[in-house]
């Protein structure tokens, strides 16, 4: 599997941490000032309805307004107090300095108004007094604000700012990281082979964007493995039709001549010798059966239709072969039920039927039984061709068909690919598996002739 190396981590990475970043900590500094902000509105707020409260206490028992009650207020609620009387002269406390440029914004307030308001470092609150109509002033250092912000507003803060750096973090790692992981894995796209380190599973079943993208990177290297193998097929094709053509008259005239001097000395030889002379016909029709095999694959052509009977195919397979057959240990047993007529080239299908017939048997070198069952289903002739053999291998039953793959020692692949090629052409379908208990199936299905339909 991919490692991912922090070190790969290219310019999009701080393309996202920078702005991110930047953007949590003007965030968390908002917040601060917001809370701030709030805390300053509420510390007035409270401030001001200090001074309304006295206010109302010294109304109600008649206290003086006397620097002595300024100064006792003032030691009660811990700030400077003060007392504007009607003739503008104002009477501080004495407990701690009073700033003297306090007292012109005093006379500016306007009567007869509650308020408390920042005037400089100080915050100011004044509320009216009753009988006589002077005012109360109360003054304190100021509180609130950024400067003001205690520890329980940094604190909180501090780790929002923390949670939320974290969380830009994993955020722009789940996004760069997957991202680094396919940049590092597009140089496959350039191989012939399936790449050692596929994509990961954790990309390619992600749903969201990133995994659409993983999935397409691998869909399209699949494909293009699939064009690169066809194209290679394709040129092996090529090659094998050019030696097929140069080679079919070489070998088709040699062998014709073969044939009919054996046809010739067949009366001349002693009865003992009529075997000898069936074994060179049997060895010339499979030299001219390879040929033709050969120019088949290279040089594909459409079939010749003419309606045929499946069955008595199959038999007439089974009788030439029945020597074969008998002799490796591999008889054919034939089950249908009724005739299965096809507009099909019979050469060419009786040639697939050989080919699968001959490959069970020699994939069974002690023996076994073949056996071949063909039903009609509406529509369409289906047969399907068992052995008692090993059956396919994994590999075998993946490239199954394909052109010049052979498990077999001295096979040359070509075999499946004709059954292949054959049975498409005419529009038909061949299937390979394996049986749940041991042993070889491949299945074939063919259209039923229009006049065997009605």
């Not at 009919?260 to 000395?265: C, E």
Request: one cysteine or more; proline letters at 6%; charged letters at 25%.
């Amino acid at each position: 599997m991919a490692i991912f190396d922090p070190a790969r981590r290219g310019s999009l990475y701080r393309r996202l941490i920078i702005p991110l970043s930047a953007f949590v900590l003007l965030a968390s500094l908002g917040l601060a000032i917001w809370i701030s902000s709030l805390q300053r509105r509420e510390s007035l707020r409270r401030f001001e309805q200090t001074a309304i409260n006295n206010a109302g206490f010294m109304g109600q028992v008649a206290l003086p307004r006397s620097t002595e009650m300024a100064n006792r207020l003032s030691t009660i609620l811990e700030v400077r107090v003060a007392f504007l009387r009607e003739d503008q002269q104002i009477v501080h406390s004495t407990r701690e300095r009073w700033p003297s440029e306090v007292d012109e914004q005093i006379r500016l307030m306007p009567a007869n108004v509650t308020t408390a308001t920042p005037v400089g470092n100080y915050d100011l609150a004044i509320t009216p007094l009753e009988n006589p109509a002077d005012l109360l002033v109360l003054l304190r250092d100021r509180q609130g604000g950024l400067s003001g912000v205690g520890v329980w507003i940094l604190i909180p803060t501090l780790c929002l700012t923390i949670v939320f750096g974290v969380l830009v973090f994993l955020l722009a790692d789940r996004i760069v990281r997957p991202l680094t992981l396919l940049t590092g894995w597009l140089p496959n796209l350039k191989t012939n082979e399936d790449p050692a380190d596929p994509i990961p599973g954790s990309l390619t079943t992600r749903s969201d964007e990133l995994g659409q993208l993983a999935r397409s990177l691998e869909e399209t290297h699949q494909s293009l493995l699939r064009e690169q193998n066809l194209r290679h097929q394709s040129e092996r094709l090529a090659t094998l039709g050019r030696i097929a053509t140069s080679l079919a008259h070489e070998i088709r005239n040699p062998a014709a001549a073969i044939r009919m001097h054996a046809d010739l000395i067949e009366p001349r030889v002693d009865p003992g010798g009529s075997e000898s002379i069936d074994l060179i016909r049997e060895e010339v029709e499979r030299i001219t059966d390879l040929v033709n095999q050969w120019l088949f694959v290279a040089r594909a052509r459409p079939p010749e239709r003419r309606p045929h009977d499946l069955l008595e195919m199959l038999e007439a397979v089974r009788r030439r072969q029945k020597p074969a057959l008998n002799h490796a240990g591999t008889p054919l047993e034939i089950e249908a039920s009724e005739p299965a007529i096809i507009d099909c080239d019979k050469l060419r299908i009786e040639q697939v039927l050989r080919n699968l017939i001959v490959n069970s048997s020699q994939s069974m070198p002690e023996g076994g039984q073949i056996h071949a069952h063909l039903d009609v289903d509406p529509g369409q002739a289906r047969l399907i061709i068992r052995d008692s053999g090993p059956g396919f291998s994994s590999e075998a039953l993946d490239r199954f068909g394909e052109p010049f793959f052979s498990e077999r020692e001295g096979g040359m692949g070509i075999g499946l690919t004709l059954a292949r090629e054959v049975i498409q052409a005419h529009d038909g379908s061949i299937e390979a598996s394996n049986q749940p208990g041991g042993g070889a199936q491949v299945m074939i299905t063919l259209p039923l002739s229009v006049e065997n339909q009605k």
